[in-house]
C-alpha cells in the first residue's frame, strides 16, 4: 500500500493535502479504493456549499457497492475532478494524483494537525 508522507488521513480512509494557496485536496486512499474494487461512479453534488468536518460530501459506486465521503475538514467546496465524472477508474490507478476527489476552501487550516500522519494511518490498516 502507498501512503505519501506529505498528507493527512482519516479513520474513514479519506487523505488531505495542503496546497501552496491556501486550498485544500481531498480524495480517497490506496487502502480504500483497493478494498472498494472497481469505481464505476463519483457522486459530488455539493460544489459551492460549505460542509463540516465528519458530515458526507459525495458518495463513491463500486461494482459491488456504494459508499459515503466525509469531509476532513470543514469548509467550502470549490471544485470537483471533472476528469474522474468520465473516467472514475482513475480513483483505482492513481488516487493521489489524477484521482483526486475535490477541492476546498477550509474554514482553518489547523484542523489538518487533527488528522492523522501517514505512519498513524498505516498503522490502522496495516
Known amino acids: 500500500m502507498n501512503f505519501p508522507e506529505n498528507l493527512r488521513y482519516t479513520e474513514e480512509h479519506e487523505w488531505v493535502r495542503l496546497e501552496n494557496d491556501g486550498t485544500m485536496t481531498i480524495g480517497i486512499t490506496d487502502f480504500a479504493q483497493s478494498e472498494l474494487g472497481d469505481i464505476v461512479y463519483v457522486e459530488v ?3 459551492g456549499d460549505t460542509i463540516e468536518g465528519g458530515e458526507v460530501f459525495g458518495s463513491i459506486e463500486a461494482v459491488k ?12 467546496i470549490l471544485e470537483f475532478n471533472e476528469a474522474i465524472e468520465d473516467n472514475p477508474e482513475i480513483v483505482n490507478t492513481n488516487p493521489y494524483k489524477g484521482g483526486w476527489l475535490i477541492k476546498i476552501k477550509p474554514e482553518n487550516a489547523d484542523d489538518l494537525e487533527n488528522l ?3 505512519e498513524e494511518y498505516r498503522a490502522t490498516v496495516e
Do not use: C, N
Open 116 to 118: 492523522m500522519t501517514a
Open 65 to 76: 457497492t456504494v459508499s459515503d465521503l466525509y469531509m476532513p475538514v470543514s469548509g467550502e
Open 45 to 47: 453534488d455539493t460544489v
